[in-house]
């Protein structure tokens, strides 16, 4: 598989307007607790080797230690992967500590955009073979949609991703489901689907695959 680069964006959201139609007063002299330093935000080898991206929107508040408390998910990337590397990275944080009424530290949130940057080696993608998949033997599924990018949450289905080799043959496959038959039947309907590998300059190489298996 090529090397990628991987970049991450650190985004402190000083409204929650736009995720949770919520504002944060700023008004009358309140202002939101400094973030005195954190430790560089990583990715994780799983992350990495499935070429993961998305963006996690976190909230927390910051207790009297100036360490962040009550650290949860208000919108997740899709991923629960970079999930947890986000609220790993915001548990190493620290912020000023303050008595001052009018300092806000609860309700706070903060977003990290995790994306993969160009390299200057950009292989040609595997891509499913259309029509591959047989549906027919499946009691849960009824297709794969691929996805390139961000994964946008439907309902109709659960994410799946696997990688591939030199070949199209598939392995490592994981999902967000953790139903043990329905990670059975997701696997099944996966090594049922056909696939052509990803190359660079002509020549087959390892590849990823992500995206939505349709529930019937």
């Given amino acids: 598989m090529i090397k990628k680069l991987f970049q991450v964006g650190v985004v402190l959201l000083t409204s929650l307007a736009a995720v949770t139609g919520w504002a ?4 009358g002299g309140f202002r939101r607790v400094a973030m005195i330093a954190c430790d560089a ?5 799983e992350a990495r080797r499935y070429e993961l991206e998305g963006t996690t929107v ?4 910051v207790g ?3 360490r962040p408390s009550s650290v949860r998910v208000a ?6 992967a970079l999930d947890h590397m986000a609220i ?17 530290r609860a309700g706070l949130m903060v977003a990290y955009e995790w994306k993969l940057a160009d390299n200057g080696q950009t292989p040609e993608p595997a891509a499913l073979v259309a029509g591959s998949c047989q549906a027919s033997k499946s009691p849960y599924f009824g297709a794969f949609v691929p996805v390139t990018g961000k994964l946008v949450r439907r309902a109709d289905g659960i ?22 038959a329905a990670v059975s039947a997701a696997s ?11 190359t660079l300059d002509g020549k087959p190489t390892r590849g990823n695959l992500y995206g939505w298996l349709i529930l019937k």
């Fill in 41 to 45: 935000p990583g990715w994780t080898d």
């Fill in 58 to 61: 976190l909230k927390y508040d």
């Fill in 24 to 27: 944060q007063d700023a008004g």
């Fill in 88 to 104: 790993r990275d915001l548990e190493s944080c620290r912020f000023e500590r303050s008595a001052d009424p009018q300092v806000v």
């Fill in 159 to 180: 994410a799946v991703r696997f990688l591939l080799d030199e070949a199209g043959n598939t392995f490592g496959m994981k999902t967000e489901e953790t139903d043990p």
């Fill in 75 to 80: 919108r997740g990337s899709g991923w629960k």
């Fill in 188 to 198: 099944a309907f996966i090594q049922s689907c056909r696939f052509t590998p990803a």
């Fill in 64 to 66: 009297d230690d100036g």
